[in-house]
């Protein structure tokens, strides 16, 4: 199973989570990242399609109202789990953006690996819990 992080995460921060997650291959989970697969500015009518072809899901900080709508009807015509990450109002800094990921991140792959698709949660910045859209 592959979980993709759009282009508004941190290269960085993907292959950190991907080198993380070498270290449990019984997980069978794979951290990808869009920019990598599709290229930066990939239309989501491209790589929507694509990630469900691959067993994927997707955790996104894309929250523009209308090109949330026009993803998650994407991800729901295409049966592909998405993953909402909400920021604070005054924004963050990278750190607060690993730590939210890190936390969540036992939860964000059992939920990616038991949940019907499609799916979407989001997780705000200050949530100890993910919740269900």
Not at 16 to 41: A, H, M, N, P, Y
Not at 45 to 70: F, M
Request: aromatic share 12%.
């Amino acid at each position: 199973m592959r979980i993709y992080f759009d282009e508004n995460f941190s290269p960085a921060l993907v292959e950190g989570l991907r080198r993380i997650q070498e270290g449990r291959r019984s997980d069978d989970i794979t951290v990808c990242s869009v920019i990598e697969e599709f290229g930066r500015g990939s239309a989501d009518e491209t790589w929507i399609p694509a990630v469900a072809s691959r067993h994927g899901v997707v955790v996104t900080q894309d929250l523009n109202l209308h090109r949330l709508k026009a993803q998650w009807a994407l991800c729901q015509s295409n049966k592909v789990g998405i993953f909402f990450i909400k920021p604070p109002k005054k924004g963050w800094s990278y750190w607060d953006i690993v730590r939210l990921i890190v936390r969540h991140w036992t939860e964000i792959s059992r939920l990616a690996k038991e949940t019907e698709r499609p799916f979407g949660f989001y997780i705000e910045h200050d949530s100890t819990k993910i919740k269900s859209l």
